[in-house]
T-cell receptor
Framework: GQSLEQPSEVTAVEGAIVQINCTYQTSGFYGLSWYQQHDGGAPTFLSY????GLEETGRFSSFLSRSDSYGYLLLQELQMKDSASYFCAASSRRNTNAGKSTFGDGTTLTVKP | GAGVSQTPSNKVTEKGKYVELRCDPISGHTALYWYRQSLGQGPEFLIYFQGTGAADDSGLPNDRFFAVRPEGSVSTLKIQRTERGDSAVYLC?????????????FGPGTRLTVT
């Protein structure tokens, strides 16, 4: 089967750095994406890693290690508005079609003043 | 430009009834995805379209669920003989469709409640 594991909750203070880890078991693994979802809202795309290494987008960075089936999302200079749920999602290939995305159950980040 | 839209935003139906949920993707996006999300969980993959064809329907839970995208744009998710366990937020997403699913744009979802 396909599964992703991430911590259920993380708490940090404003201005700090937080890392959200994700381990996956996915057949036909293609890449790892990260999404943010505020309460009552739709998921919004943050980052994608198709290759090993670090991808940086402003205050957010994401890392992938295929050999370890592991990735993480790094959030720097935390702001109160970063309080949300964060999902890792593994994309996988079925036959010749790359498109299926399997999501983890999400990590609820609470940023405190 | 316009994002992904879904109608209705809320749907309450009785057990055993038939429902249709509609998704309008971003114009020009060839890939379209359906997910459902229950409280406290991540989106659960249902089906993925590339153009008009279902490229991967392995997430549809049973034969009560069916989705179409006849002209490669709007998609309809159809649920027959609804059950209380079908209650969830049904999310639609679209992407440009080139290469892996780098960035999926999600709609606001349809909250389905089966009583």
């Amino acid at each position: 089967g396909q599964s992703l594991e991430q911590p259920s909750e993380v708490t940090a203070v404003e201005g700090a750095i937080v890392q959200i880890n994700c381990t996956y078991q996915t057949s036909g693994f293609y890449g790892l994406s990260w999404y943010q979802q505020h309460d009552g809202g739709a998921p919004t795309f943050l980052s994608y890693n198709g290759l090993d290494g670090l991808e940086e987008t402003g205050r957010f960075s994401s890392f992938l290690s295929r050999s370890d089936s592991y990735g993480y999302l790094l959030l720097q200079e935390l702001q109160m508005k970063d309080s949300a749920s964060y999902f890792c999602a593994a994309s996988s290939r079925r036959n010749t079609n790359a498109g299926k995305s399997t999501f983890g159950d999400g990590t609820t980040l609470t940023v405190k003043p | 430009g316009a994002g992904v839209s879904q109608t209705p935003s809320n749907k309450v139906t009785e057990k055993g009834k038939y429902v249709e949920l509609r998704c309008d993707p971003i114009s020009g996006h060839t890939a379209l995805y359906w997910y459902r999300q229950s409280l406290g969980q991540g989106p659960e993959f249902l089906i993925y379209f590339q153009g008009t064809g279902a490229a991967d329907d392995s997430g549809l839970p049973n034969d009560r669920f069916f989705a179409v995208r006849p002209e490669g744009s709007v998609s309809t998710l159809k649920i027959q003989r609804t059950e209380r366990g079908d209650s969830a937020v049904y999310l639609c997403a679209s992407s440009s469709g080139t290469g892996p699913p780098y960035e999926q744009y999600f709609g606001p979802g349809t909250r389905l409640t089966v009583t």
